[in-house]
């Protein structure tokens, strides 16, 4: 790195300088000496090697070898290899968050609760939102408007439960009503069970309601309005903001279509929405 005058500078990056990868361990078994012993041939031999595991994978050359013959069935040994090269597949954006998984997860569960409800209102509204929830994919990169739709059915979905629930416990205040009057062993008998089915039935609206109002807010969290940055601008066009804020100027309609712009030419001073930076999903004109 350069420095100049007035706070300037060049840093000047030759390419990436991996460290060795360095750990021990020990073989413990029947053939441990002769599976040190290759490693040792590996490491005189000086040939680049594969080194993998997991997701990551180098081409090395073994540097450093030394192994503890203890035992013939036990010999620690400790290794250091000088990497050639990285063949690691690079992650050029961040993961997505887990928000698709736990809104899955939470729509299941709603749905199996919802055939236990009895409620054929609530288990139609379940069965919608499980087709909406469908045909809009990963919810980082929905529609606002596809997000909109759930959101709406979800606060309709909200009410019906709320009103079943306002039911359940009305029922169930009132089998306890019968249960303690004066009618006979037979209609004590039944207001008991009308009671007990009332509880049940309202055990699983409330886990309906609480899987259904965090379903609501794990989407709200995914939409473009929730994730997105601010800016503010005078004048220019959308070709440049996008080549400097998401690393691409043809991503521009994404700038466009969160802002409810259609022209591309900027005219006066206002503030722009940017969407999650994302390399991949590229622009330009579709038709």
């Not at 409330?206 to 965090?214: D, E, F, I, N, Y």
Request: aromatic share 6%; proline share 4%.
């Amino acid at each position: 790195m350069q420095k100049y005058i007035g706070g300037g500078r060049v840093v000047e990056a030759l390419g990436p300088d991996d460290k060795e990868l360095c750990w021990s361990g020990r073989f413990q078994s029947p053939n441990a000496g002769l599976r040190a012993r290759h490693l040792d041939y590996l490491r005189r031999q000086g040939a680049a090697q594969t080194l993998s595991w997991d997701q990551f994978s180098y081409t090395v050359v073994i540097r450093v070898f030394e192994a503890d013959f203890e035992r013939s069935y036990q010999i620690p040994y400790r290794i250091a290899c000088l990497v050639v090269a990285d063949n690691t597949q690079p992650i050029a954006a961040s993961p997505s968050a887990p928000v698709d998984g736990l809104v899955s997860a939470d729509a299941a569960a709603l749905s199996s609760l919802a055939s236990d409800s009895g409620n054929a209102a609530i288990a139609s509204g379940v069965a919608s939102l499980q087709s909406l929830l469908a045909s809009v994919g990963a919810l980082a990169q929905a529609a606002a408007a596809s997000l909109a739709q759930i959101l709406s059915q979800l606060a309709s979905l909200d009410a019906l439960i709320a009103g079943a629930i306002a039911a359940a416990g009305s029922a169930s205040a009132g089998g306890l009503a019968a249960f303690g009057g004066t009618a006979g062993a037979a209609a004590a008998a039944a207001a008991l069970l009308s009671q007990a089915s009332a509880v049940d039935v309202l055990a699983i609206l409330v886990k309906m309601q609480a899987l259904g109002r965090r379903i609501a807010f794990n989407v709200e969290q995914a939409s473009p309005a929730a994730s997105a940055r601010t800016i503010t601008v005078a004048g220019g066009n959308l070709f440049r903001i996008a080549a400097a804020e998401l690393g691409d100027a043809t991503q521009w309609n994404r700038i466009a279509a969160l802002n409810g712009l259609a022209d591309p030419v900027l005219r006066g001073v206002m503030q722009l929405r940017l969407p999650p930076l994302d390399p991949g999903a590229g622009g330009g004109l579709s038709g």
